[in-house]
């Protein structure tokens, strides 16, 4: 025997998700909270701008310090140290 019909949860999850709904409306309904969402919104694309010039500035920033250690090598280390140590 099949059950026809919708279970418990999914009329459940269909009134609460009807309920969030109505409360967005809601809310974007006041000018002000429209606005307030529009300024974070728009702050927010703005801060998202500025990630890929970050990354490139710190990928470059790693490959260099990553080539000075690499031309300097262990004996280049060692000097530094022994440098700082007898100053």
């Known amino acids: 025997m099949e059950r026809e019909g919708y279970s418990t949860f ?13 409360v967005a409306a809601a809310y974007l309904s006041v000018p002000e909270n429209r606005e307030r969402v529009r300024s974070y919104a728009t702050g927010s694309k ?5 990630i890929p010039r970050a ?3 710190a990928s470059v920033a790693a490959k260099d310090a990553f080539a000075s250690a690499y031309r300097g090598g262990a004996d280049g280390v060692k000097s ?8």
Do not use: M, N, P, Q
Request: hydrophobic share 50%; proline share 0%.
């Open 10 to 22: 999914s009329l459940l999850l269909a009134f609460v998700g009807g309920a969030v709904a109505g």
């Open 46 to 50: 703005v801060r998202a701008s500025r």
């Open 55 to 57: 990354i490139k500035d």
């Open 80 to 87: 530094d140290l022994i440098e700082e140590a007898t100053h």
